[in-house]
């Protein structure tokens, strides 16, 4: 049996390299291989923040199987593959075979894919017979999205001017109606303004009617409907702005191409605790796993500490940003390693590292991949995922708001809206179960490297669902107050 392979040849390489192991490599090559094997649909749920060793139990069955399979893998994760576990595999004797491109892959090897080619090999039918493995279900759902989008820069529009000039003068019309449109809006942090259907109608109906269109022009008639969302990002600076289309939910778009052939997925979701009161992590693939596993990390040998005073002032409240300054100068003269502050609020982001740098100079920074070994970086949830596997770790993280999705962005309008229209809970269905993903990833090298995390954001105890916030960070210990030393630094009392 394939399970009782990979079990074996697993072992025999762990035992060869030595060192300290992941405590569940062997159980996951065995569900992996199980549903390579029995072709049904497998999660694995893996703890946030899990040393990044498991992938070579995740290659080992693959190497093992004689079924036709696609690996799809985001490029910064196929460079770690190919430049650290390929190796691996072949000091072991597996000699794996790995294919790119968009090419069919012989049945005999292993393909490797982006979420873009995914997309692209399944619309030619590549994908017949061949079982998919998801490692990175947590970055499906934006993955997909990313890969499905349609961007028209400015220079497409020249290109279609070139293409088509019997009609240049109709869309030179067009877009300057589109500029004047756009910067008449009032401008977000984001810098994006919500394009309606109304506002793209005309230029449709324009370019419906040419016989042939340059790309992207074709992908972008395509993107519309009730399914997609357009906006316009704009350069204030320059004076440009590019159109944006993308799939409000792009798992239901594609939900067959999981349903032809068993998937394995595993990726770092949220906790069986927390997913028991929050939609499936992969219901939007309109699929039901007959295995769902959670192989977590061994239970902490000291909690979290966590300090979150009562009676906070809500984000909205006039007075917040003096909140968030007061707070975090204490909360750094207290800290001698690297302080994260996370907030998306551009405006009240900026500021507050404004704030800081004027009592600790330049210490404070914005956004910065090589940080003060005692710094203070101020960052957006976005920026600090991204970059977090590449930055020392934290020795505390201050969370100035909770990383909720704000409506004024397009995206997050619009799918809200469309919930909204079947009268379901897009608060509980939608925004806090992505807060509580992005919360316990942000989080999950803190709890690696030890120190403590602060949260200003009045919501935590204020709104009912602060409780499933607690529930995310557990196992936590509360920081009652913030009690000076005598060396004046600050040192922390928990209860």
Same mark, same amino acid.
């Given at each position: ?250 798992? @239901? ?239 922390? @009392?928990?209860?």
């Amino acid at each position: 049996m394939l399970e009782a392979k990979a079990h074996q040849q697993l072992k025999a390489l762990l035992q060869r390299e030595g060192g300290q192991r992941w405590p569940h490599h062997l159980s996951l090559s065995r569900l992996v291989a199980r549903g390579l094997r029995r072709g049904d649909h497998t999660l694995v749920r893996l703890a946030h923040g899990t040393d990044p060793s498991w992938w070579i139990s995740l290659l080992v069955p693959l190497a093992l199987s004689p079924t036709p399979l696609a690996l799809v893998v985001s490029d910064e994760r196929r460079e770690r593959l190919l430049q650290q576990e390929w190796p691996r595999l072949r000091a072991a004797g597996l000699n794996l075979a790995c294919w790119e491109g968009l090419e069919p892959a012989p049945a005999t090897g292993l393909w490797l894919l982006n979420h873009r080619e995914l997309l692209q090999v399944w619309r030619l039918g590549h994908l017949v017979g061949r079982r998919l493995v998801i490692p990175e279900a947590e970055l499906l759902d934006s993955a997909l999205r990313d890969a499905m989008a349609v961007v028209i820069h400015p220079s497409d529009w020249d290109q279609l001017r070139r293409a088509l000039p019997s009609v240049e003068s109709s869309l030179l019309e067009l877009h300057q109606r589109l500029t004047r449109r756009i910067f008449s809006h009032r401008l977000h942090g984001q810098q994006r303004v919500p394009m309606a259907a109304e506002d793209e109608a005309p230029l449709r109906h324009l370019l419906a009617l040419a016989p042939s269109l340059p790309p992207p022009w074709p992908q972008w008639l395509a993107a519309q409907g009730p399914g997609w969302c357009g906006w316009a990002d704009v350069d204030p600076a320059r004076l440009h702005w590019r159109l944006h289309c993308q799939p409000l939910e792009p798992l @239901q778009e594609l939900s067959e191409l999981v349903l032809v052939n068993g998937t394995v997925l595993v990726g770092e979701l949220a906790s069986g605790r927390i997913s028991a009161e929050l939609p499936a992590p992969v219901s939007g693939l309109g699929l039901e796993p007959r295995v769902v596993v959670e192989l977590a990390d061994p239970p902490l040998a000291e909690p979290l500490p966590l300090y979150a005073p009562m009676r906070q002032p809500l984000p909205n409240t006039p007075h917040f940003a003096d909140h968030l300054l007061d707070h975090s100068r204490r909360l750094v003269l207290g800290q001698r390693g690297l302080t994260i502050v996370l907030i998306d609020d551009v405006g009240l982001r900026l500021g507050l590292a404004s704030g800081l740098a004027a009592d600790f100079g330049s210490r404070v920074a914005h956004e910065v991949s090589v940080p003060d070994a005692n710094g203070v970086l101020c960052c957006s949830w976005t920026w600090w995922l991204e970059h977090q596997g590449r930055l020392p770790l934290p020795g505390q993280v201050v969370i100035g708001m909770l990383p909720i999705a704000s409506l004024e962005d397009p995206l997050t309008a619009a799918r809200v809206a469309a919930l909204r229209q079947v009268g379901r809970d897009w608060f509980r269905e939608l925004l806090l179960p992505e807060a509580l993903n992005r919360l316990q990833r942000g989080l999950a090298g803190l709890r690696r490297g030890g120190g403590r995390v602060a949260i200003l954001d009045g919501r935590l105890r204020g709104r009912s669902w602060g409780r499933q916030v607690f529930m995310a960070l557990e196992p936590w210990v509360q920081l009652a107050r913030l009690l000076p030393s005598n060396d004046g630094q600050e040192q922390d @009392q928990a209860t």
